[in-house]
Nanobody, 124 residues
C-alpha cells in the first residue's frame, strides 16, 4: 500500500512558477512509476507528466511540454512537479499518482494509488 500527499499548490500570477511536491509512504515507492494529473472545474481529469521508477524516462502532455518538469528523489520518497510560465488554463486540482508498474504511462486507469490533490490557481 502506498499513501500519497501533495503539497505546494497555491495562487500565482500568470507567468509565475510553483513547485508541487508529493510525499509517498511505502518501501516499494522506488519501483513505481509516478504521474501527475490535473482536473479543472467541469472538466475530466487529464494527464500532465509521468516519470519512470529510475527517472530515466519522463513523459509530458503537449500542453505543458517545455514549461513543466517532473523529477523524483527515491531516497526521500518524493516526486516533484516544477511548473514555470504558468497560464490561467493551468488552474486545476493537481494529483499525484503511483503505478505499481515501472513503465511510464499517461493513462489514469493504470495508476493504482492517488493523493488527495492540491489546488493550483493562476490569475491573469
Amino acid at each position: 500500500q502506498v499513501q500519497l500527499v501533495e503539497s505546494g499548490g497555491g495562487l500565482v500570477q500568470a507567468g509565475g512558477s510553483l513547485r508541487l511536491s508529493c510525499a509517498a509512504s511505502g518501501r516499494a515507492f522506488s519501483s513505481y512509476a509516478m504521474g501527475w494529473f490535473r482536473q479543472a472545474p467541469g472538466k475530466e481529469r487529464e494527464f500532465v507528466a509521468a516519470i519512470s521508477w529510475s527517472a530515466d524516462n519522463t513523459y509530458y502532455a503537449d500542453s505543458v511540454k517545455g514549461r513543466f518538469t517532473v523529477s523524483r528523489d527515491n531516497a526521500k520518497n518524493m516526486v516533484y512537479l516544477q511548473m514555470n510560465s504558468l497560464k490561467p488554463e493551468d488552474t486545476a486540482v493537481y494529483y499525484c499518482a503511483a503505478d505499481r508498474n515501472p513503465i511510464v504511462t499517461m493513462y489514469a486507469a493504470r495508476y493504482h494509488y492517488w493523493g488527495q490533490g492540491t489546488q493550483v490557481t493562476v490569475s491573469s
